[in-house]
């Protein structure tokens, strides 16, 4: 195992001064976090407007001569008939999170949603605790020996993740009871490798089936608007065959896609695999700087023989490859290694393209007002379990 400094996006590092925290224009909040380049697409404004029933806010810590050196899209779920809030941060602030004194940053934050009517501020900290190669994970399946990935040695702990989880302990914020977003992602590093060494990085059968795919015939193409249709019939039909339901409709993909490319045209694509002249597969691709995300996908049931959705990734990879992003995001896993259990067979379709799996560290909780925060915490335990 190996401890890494991961190269930074630090927002502020070079101002160690008085900050100040102020609401900022939507516009100029995404034109920073396009150029700062380490900001997760939930951070960007445009996902405060596609999340409907939240009422969102952007705000900047500026630093000397009102610089903008970190920022933050905060999200609020109103009580009824309270006037209190629910503050939410999904993977976020956008902060120096390797600084030293945490409390500079975070309390101005909590003041403010505080001021606002908060009675709970939910963050999810961008940087990572540890992360696994692909090799190492298969080798511990073949192993047989463990079941889940933490018990499996990691190849690197990146240490401002690790201090980053122990000041925020120190300054009383506490694990959320269930991350929202996923603790576990898959990434694929691109950033200084070539297009031959991406194709060498995939497995033997994710090469055989992209082949596979070519031979048959199968067409990757970008697709508009007009295609989401066809696209969230394939989620449905996906989440029947799968047995889980992400609880979204039509509507929202519309309003996720509008909104995202409004924001900045191309920041959401929708790819589709085609086989004689019928839609096979169809995923959902986000960029935001020089990071690219697979967001959502779909397919059908039949003609998966001629591997749609390994034709489908490899030309998602090639475009994130082509954008310039330093890596791939392919979201969500989980962390069992049972090959027999439902939950490893994403896992072990995302090893093929040859990447690690991430460990976050989770989301984070701050009480504002105790007794809200726990029925609050009561009332999700209910609903969740």
């Not at 400094?5 to 939507?26: F, Q, S």
């Not at 023989?305 to 475009?319: C, D, K």
């Not at 439902?342 to 093929?352: E, F, I, N, Q, V």
């Amino acid at each position: 195992m190996t401890v890494v400094v991961p190269e930074t996006e630090a927002a502020g590092r070079a101002d160690t001064g008085p900050l100040r925290l102020v609401p900022i224009p939507a516009a100029e909040h995404a034109a920073w976090a396009a150029a700062h380049g380490g900001v997760s697409f939930l951070q960007c404004p445009s996902w405060g407007r596609v999340k409907a029933g939240w009422r969102s806010e952007s705000l900047a810590w500026t630093g000397a001569e009102g610089r903008t050196v970190g920022a933050a899209l905060v999200l609020y779920r109103e009580l009824p008939g309270l006037g209190r809030s629910f503050a939410y941060l999904p993977e976020g602030p956008v902060i120096d999170w390797a600084a030293p004194d945490l409390g500079r940053w975070l309390e101005p934050l909590t003041a403010a949603l505080r001021s606002r009517g908060a009675f709970t501020v939910r963050i999810g900290p961008p940087p990572a605790l540890r992360h696994w190669e692909a090799g190492t994970v298969r080798a511990a399946v073949r192993g047989g020996a463990v079941t889940h990935l933490r018990d499996v040695r990691p190849d690197a702990v990146d240490p401002v993740g690790v201090r980053a989880g122990e000041r925020l302990r120190a300054l009383g914020w506490e694990p959320a009871a269930r991350d929202t977003q996923p603790r576990f992602t898959f990434r694929l590093p691109l950033a200084g490798r070539e297009p031959d060494a991406l194709w060498g990085g995939l497995s033997p059968q994710w090469r055989r089936n992209i082949r596979r795919a070519r031979a048959a015939g199968v067409e990757v193409v970008e697709g508009s608007a007009e295609d989401l249709e066809p696209f969230y019939a394939l989620v449905q039909e996906t989440e029947r065959r799968g047995g889980f339901d992400l609880g979204r409709g039509l509507a929202y993909y519309r309003r996720q896609f509008a909104e995202l490319n409004a924001e900045l045209p191309g920041r959401m694509r929708l790819f589709l695999a085609r086989h004689r002249g019928e839609v096979l597969a169809a995923h959902t691709f986000v960029t935001v700087g020089r990071g690219a995300w697979y967001l959502t996908g779909g397919s059908a049931s039949q003609g998966r023989e001629v591997r749609p959705g390994n034709a489908l990734q490899w030309s998602m990879i090639q475009a994130a490859h082509g954008l310039g992003a330093r890596e791939y995001d392919l979201r969500g896993v989980r962390p069992s290694l049972d090959p027999a259990g439902a939950d490893y067979g994403l896992l072990r379709w995302k090893l093929g393209t040859g990447g690690r799996v991430v460990e976050g560290l989770g989301e984070w909780e701050l009480a504002l007002n105790r007794p809200l925060h726990r029925a609050f915490r009561r009332y999700l335990a209910r609903r969740q379990g």
